[in-house]
């Protein structure tokens, strides 16, 4: 049997890109073959997490989610996958609508940063203000014994989002993540979690005094993992 992912992706594009890249790097491959096959529903048009979340004026996205779920479930998708960390504050009515599990990227990251840091420690988050208000980690985390640590200053968050999405990945978002990193650290965060897919563009500039954890590099794990499995 083949194993594919499924990719619901466009939140944004580049990520769906990014995450593609990180999984042609996580393979040893000596030619196109070695490489793993996916399915991508590209996707710009889901409804934005940030209106519907923070704003309270957008669609709500999941029955927008649920339908790209069972489009790549039909074409052959064995698990799905989603490189945004908001969206998975749908996580429960994409893996409702479909019968191939779903890989969860709070939850495997969160068993990750659990593994290496052991229960009590606290996790700093580089996030969308968004992902705190729905609670995405919520759970996992109080499963894990983890606590979440986060930035005080969600504005600039939002302004460095923002940034990266129009392609403007520039010094001031940079600066803007390196400062609410340090901050973090300062603060008592054991880890920081890169748990917005715009910040994992930026991920391998950005140096800190505790060691990050791209959600972004555990779901390609993942996914390699699930395409490999025999």
Known sequence: MTRVVGILGGMGPEAT???QQRLLACVQARDDADHLPLLIDMNPQV??????LIDGTGADPAPVLAAMARRLE??????L????NTAHHYAPQIAAAVSIPFLNMVDL??????????????????ASPAVRRAGVFDAALKAAGLTALWPQDTDALLIAIRAIKAGNATDRAR??????????ATNGAAMIFIACSEFSILAPSLSFAVPTLDTIDV?????RDHTLMR
């Not at 409804?47 to 519907?52: D, L, V």
């Not at 779901?219 to 996914?223: F, N």
């Open 109 to 126: 990251s969160v068993a990750v940063a659990a593994q290496r840091l052991g229960r009590g420690a606290m996790v700093g988050f580089l």
């Open 81 to 84: 996958a989603m490189p945004c």
């Open 219 to 223: 779901l390609a794990g993942a996914i």
């Open 74 to 79: 039909h074409a052959g998708a064995t698990a």
């Open 175 to 184: 600066q803007i993540l390196t400062k609410a990193g340090d901050d973090l």
């Open 47 to 52: 409804p934005s997490r940030i209106a519907h």
């Open 17 to 19: 890109i990014l995450l």
